[in-house]
């Protein structure tokens, strides 16, 4: 099958450095084709602007999913770089985002990301959402690590339920344009692993990808 | 009272430039103080990497919240820009964020200013969380706009419940550190809004942002 992997860590020493590695090679020897989209590494500029566009609908104003509709009837007029990864988008059978949790959500060039490239007229389209949307048949998980441990991403803990904090992401983009979400990868206070208990996160991780694609899909869609 | 105005939007002429506006004129007229943070328009980087910080706690492994505890310790050695925003948020009585939700979440380049604003060590602090927190006494409030009609942004709606999306910045980022949040301002579809409308909401956020210190806050605890 075809992989998408993203990663959004400034540190190749990070645990999600190592989660991202270790997806790679797993991936590569189950037979996989993979593309990455390492943010940090390409220097992604996550400001989303009129910059994303090499067309013009309208001079006087910048309304945005305006001149993303405008784009997609364009052939495509997008900035190169928003090109390639919506390609890259398309072109997978299994998207994964790696990332840590800051502020309770994707590191801002991730979220840049999103913002750049799933664009209307393209991913999200009038008349195909959720099971009609443009992405249907593709999976998608989040592979999200936190500071903070396990017990505080509950229901009754510290900071609310981790399904909570990640359903923006995984209802409002993920499952609305069409991705049949799979169960997070969530991993805790990762800083504080030692070197054993990191493997062994990593060992689990790899054996999970393993069988990836028969893996149920979760339901996302009521708050 | 001291208030912070963050504005998020690239365009002008936009109806997020209108609220920020009125908030602006409203506020002034009724004797407050007012600061701004216009983040296109001030180029902010949303990247959160080492640029954040003038010192280094390990040059080896770049772990982020060890440097912020470090920056926290070191008389907050984080980089100019940050500092600066940062008193601002420290100066307030009352922050507001006016942003068009992009994706489901605030555009990157606001999710990277609370990536590289919100430091650990500063704002966020052991032992010092929600009625203790370091923001403690201040009022927060988010002004969303949307381009789905508010009845998708319900609870059995197409998209969800608005209070939802929002709950991962109202209470993990503006709760936890000890602001008092008040309701939501939100506006929807306001691409479609007439001359005429467009002017009805922003008499009403003004007529709002009058009693704005009286209003109660809401209760952002429980998913």
Same mark, same amino acid.
């Given at each position: 099958m075809k992989i998408l992997i993203v990663l959004a860590h400034p540190e190749a020493k990070s645990f999600n450095y190592a989660m991202y590695q270790t997806a790679i090679k797993t991936l590569k020897e189950y037979g996989h084709e993979i593309k990455v989209t390492d943010l940090y590494y390409m220097n992604f500029n996550p400001v989303y602007d009129? =910059?994303?566009? @090499? @067309?013009? %609908? +309208?001079s006087d104003f910048l309304k945005l999913q305006i001149e993303e509709m405008h784009a997609a009837e364009m052939d +495509? =007029?997008?900035?190169p770089e928003t090109k390639t990864e919506q390609e890259k988008v398309e072109w997978c059978d299994l998207m994964i985002w790696q990332f840590p949790l800051w502020r309770f959500a994707p590191p801002a060039i991730l979220k840049g990301w999103t913002d750049r490239i799933f664009t209307s007229g393209r991913f999200f389209k009038d008349g195909g959402?959720?099971? =009609? /949307? @443009?992405? %249907? /048949?593709k999976k998608a998980i989040l592979s999200v690590t936190t500071g903070s441990p396990a017990e505080t991403y509950t229901k009754d803990g510290f900071h609310g339920d981790m399904a909570g904090i990640l359903r923006p992401i995984n209802r409002g983009i993920l499952a609305c344009v069409g991705f049949s979400v799979l169960e997070s990868e969530t991993n805790y206070s990762?800083?504080?692993?030692t070197e054993v208990e990191r493997n062994t996160v990593l060992e689990k991780w790899s054996i999970r990808l393993k069988n990836i694609f028969s893996e149920p899909t979760i339901n996302v869609g009521k708050y």
């Open positions: 009129r =910059s994303n566009f @090499t @067309t013009i %609908k +309208n +495509n =007029s997008y900035a959402y959720y099971e =009609s /949307g @443009t992405m %249907k /048949g990762v800083a504080h692993l």
